[in-house]
């Protein structure tokens, strides 16, 4: 059955579908950046929601700034922004069609998303951009005000090209026809994720007009979430899936593992939907639980993305059906990463790792290793060097962490141990290939670039280890080293 509203009563009795009628529902959020993990996440809360019976005039607008975004507005917009949600895990397969979202802005019309966002019933943006879409300097850590594309958002008047440059200037609108504004709600997975958009916005609202930039500081709430449930991209086999085992023909479907959790701080200038009922949890400081997550799972994700990739694995659960590479990653939790983690209200940090190995093993998901090892330029800064920091602050030892980071240098030499060439997997990829290479015979070349290591890179213990790691790492291969790793006699 090919996905519609009129064909909704068609489906399979096994396919869940909303609880409510699309005619009752309104706008109130305009959502940039309709990925997948969007479809598998906030829009999977508000759907789960609205079945309630509550608070249908939160529905969702869909908006994207980048020209990859017209694929998937096209294909929405074909089965009235209905999706496909494929749970799965060890023993679930459940197919859910979700319909939260009531329409999608044309792409790249920055014109039409500033409209919306000026609507007074828009109540909140939000915002799935990827960790590298925040403009933050690597080094300092903060906004980057001399970016080029902020550079040519601050003389850009009402049509600007960042959704930063979108963002300030519909609050600019706002605010001059007296228009309560949004809250600006960052689902991305970065610490702080509304600190670092609140620092984006207001840096770029300040170089346009620092009045404007004060009045946002008094009067607009960037609440920090911390967002979890593993989605990975839709590819053939999903549609196939979706289509064999429950009927339906839909043109982007998301998988997911059946694991699903949003933590958030309570700070919404126009309200908020109650999304308390179903199964969010607000708190009044988001950072235990976001220390928690991205440095036990985004961190985990990192320590086994790269020697999985040299090794030629292609799944996340084949990775984690190899003894040596679980090896890996459970000393590095125990021995680095665990310890650093301050503690979380309520949780018990070794039982959250023993979770989080089941969901990484798990083996409906088809989650892929190249998707882990994507990005890491912006990544690594942000999951496993603040910790390597931390313990090299406190004088602890970083043996396993060097490690990691020295297959994420390896793995930019570009081809995997079997010489396979590894396809350009990260926006800064040229770069990163080049000083992984200078690095093959001057370890140091590689902590060299600032942007990303800052001063950890002068650190003497790290950058000894690093060297260490990466000489062994050409010299034994990447089984023989992390088999000494493992039996401690690394
Ligand atoms: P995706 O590739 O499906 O979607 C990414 C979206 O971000 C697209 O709409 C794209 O156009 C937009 N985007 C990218 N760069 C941008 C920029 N500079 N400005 C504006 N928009 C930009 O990826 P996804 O799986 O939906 O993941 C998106 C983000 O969600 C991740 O980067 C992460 O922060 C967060 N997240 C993902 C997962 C997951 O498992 N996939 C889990 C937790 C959090």
Same mark, same amino acid.
């Given at each position: 059955?090919k996905?519609?509203?009129?064909?909704?009563?068609?489906?399979s009795?096994? @396919?869940a579908?909303?609880n409510?009628?699309?005619e009752?529902?309104?706008?109130?959020?305009?959502h940039i950046?309709?990925g997948?993990f969007h479809?598998?996440?906030q829009a999977?809360?508000l759907d789960?929601?609205?079945s309630?019976?509550c608070?249908?005039d939160?529905?969702?607008i869909g908006?994207?700034i980048?020209?990859?975004?017209?694929?998937?507005? !096209?294909?929405?917009?074909?089965q009235?922004?209905?999706?496909t949600v494929? !749970?799965q895990s060890?023993?679930v397969?459940a197919?859910?069609? %979700?319909?939260p979202m009531?329409?999608?802005?044309?792409v790249?019309?920055?014109g039409?998303?500033?409209d919306a966002?000026?609507?007074? !019933?828009i &109540?909140? $943006?939000?915002? %799935?951009i990827t960790?590298g879409g925040y403009?933050?300097d690597a080094?300092t850590?903060?906004?980057?005000?001399?970016h080029?594309?902020?550079?040519?958002d601050?003389?850009?008047?009402?049509?600007p090209?960042?959704?930063?440059g979108?963002l300030?200037t519909?609050?600019?609108?706002?605010?001059? &026809?007296?228009?309560p +504004?949004f809250t600006v709600m960052s689902?991305?997975?970065?610490?702080h994720n509304g600190?670092v958009?609140?620092?984006?916005? %207001?840096?770029?609202?300040?170089?346009?007009?620092p009045e404007l930039?004060d009045?946002?500081?008094?009067n607009?709430?960037f609440?920090n979430g911390m967002?979890?449930?593993?989605? *990975?991209a839709?590819g053939?086999?999903e &549609?196939?899936?979706t289509?064999e085992?429950f009927?339906i023909?839909d043109?982007?479907?998301?998988?997911? !593992?059946?694991?699903?959790q949003w933590?958030?701080e309570d700070k919404?200038?126009?309200?908020r +939907? $109650?999304?308390?009922a179903?199964?969010?949890?607000?708190?009044p400081d988001?950072?235990?639980y976001?220390?928690?997550?991205? &440095?036990?799972?985004?961190?985990?994700?990192?320590v086994i993305?790269y020697?999985?990739g040299l090794?030629?694995?292609?799944f996340?659960?084949e990775?984690?059906?190899?003894?040596?590479?679980?090896?890996?990653l459970d000393k590095?939790?125990a021995?680095?990463?665990?310890?650093q983690v301050? *503690?979380v209200?309520d949780t018990?940090?070794?039982?959250?790792?023993r979770?989080?190995?089941?969901?990484f093993a798990n083996?409906?998901?088809?989650?892929? @290793?190249?998707?882990?090892c994507l990005?890491g330029?912006n990544r690594?800064?942000?999951f496993i060097i603040?910790?390597i920091?931390?313990?090299?602050a406190?004088?602890r030892?970083?043996?396993?962490? $060097?490690l990691?980071?020295?297959?994420?240098c390896?793995y930019?030499h570009?081809?995997?141990?079997s010489?396979?060439v590894i396809?350009?997997?990260d926006?800064?990829?040229d770069r990163l290939?080049?000083?992984?290479?200078?690095a093959r015979t001057?370890p140091?070349?590689?902590?060299?670039?600032?942007?990303?290591?800052?001063?950890?890179g002068?650190?003497? *213990?790290?950058?000894?280890?690093?060297?260490r790691?990466v000489?062994?790492?050409?010299a034994?291969?990447t089984? $023989?080293?992390?088999?000494?790793?493992v039996k401690?006699i690394w």
């Amino acid at each position: 059955t090919k996905l519609s509203l009129s064909t909704l009563d068609d489906l399979s009795d096994k @396919v869940a579908r909303p609880n409510y009628a699309r005619e009752d529902l309104s706008a109130g959020i305009v959502h940039i950046g309709v990925g997948n993990f969007h479809r598998a996440h906030q829009a999977v809360y508000l759907d789960r929601l609205f079945s309630t019976g509550c608070d249908h005039d939160w529905a969702i607008i869909g908006a994207g700034i980048m020209p990859g975004d017209a694929a998937m507005r !096209e294909r929405l917009a074909a089965q009235d922004y209905l999706t496909t949600v494929v !749970e799965q895990s060890a023993d679930v397969e459940a197919a859910c069609v %979700t319909g939260p979202m009531i329409d999608f802005l044309p792409v790249g019309d920055t014109g039409a998303i500033i409209d919306a966002l000026c609507r007074p !019933e828009i &109540r909140i $943006a939000s915002l %799935t951009i990827t960790e590298g879409g925040y403009f933050v300097d690597a080094g300092t850590g903060h906004f980057d005000p001399g970016h080029p594309a902020i550079v040519a958002d601050v003389v850009a008047g009402d049509r600007p090209g960042t959704v930063f440059g979108v963002l300030v200037t519909a609050l600019r609108i706002r605010r001059e &026809r007296d228009i309560p +504004p949004f809250t600006v709600m960052s689902c991305d997975n970065l610490p702080h994720n509304g600190r670092v958009c609140f620092e984006a916005v %207001t840096g770029l609202a300040r170089l346009i007009d620092p009045e404007l930039a004060d009045w946002i500081v008094e009067n607009v709430a960037f609440p920090n979430g911390m967002v979890d449930r593993i989605t *990975p991209a839709t590819g053939e086999r999903e &549609r196939r899936i979706t289509s064999e085992n429950f009927g339906i023909s839909d043109g982007w479907p998301v998988f997911c !593992e059946d694991f699903i959790q949003w933590v958030l701080e309570d700070k919404f200038t126009m309200g908020r +939907p $109650a999304l308390e009922a179903v199964g969010v949890q607000f708190v009044p400081d988001v950072t235990p639980y976001e220390m928690m997550k991205i &440095r036990i799972l985004n961190g985990g994700h990192a320590v086994i993305a790269y020697p999985a990739g040299l090794l030629d694995i292609h799944f996340v659960h084949e990775a984690m059906e190899d003894p040596l590479i679980a090896a890996f990653l459970d000393k590095i939790e125990a021995d680095e990463i665990i310890p650093q983690v301050p *503690p979380v209200p309520d949780t018990d940090l070794d039982g959250y790792y023993r979770i989080i190995r089941t969901r990484f093993a798990n083996p409906k998901i088809g989650d892929t @290793v190249r998707r882990l090892c994507l990005d890491g330029s912006n990544r690594q800064p942000k999951f496993i060097i603040p910790t390597i920091r931390d313990r090299i602050a406190e004088g602890r030892d970083v043996r396993g962490l $060097a490690l990691g980071s020295a297959l994420w240098c390896r793995y930019c030499h570009g081809e995997t141990e079997s010489g396979a060439v590894i396809a350009p997997n990260d926006p800064n990829w040229d770069r990163l290939v080049a000083a992984a290479r200078a690095a093959r015979t001057d370890p140091a070349a590689w902590l060299a670039m600032d942007d990303i290591y800052g001063s950890l890179g002068q650190s003497a *213990p790290f950058r000894d280890e690093f060297s260490r790691a990466v000489r062994a790492l050409w010299a034994d291969g990447t089984r $023989a080293v992390l088999e000494s790793y493992v039996k401690g006699i690394w």
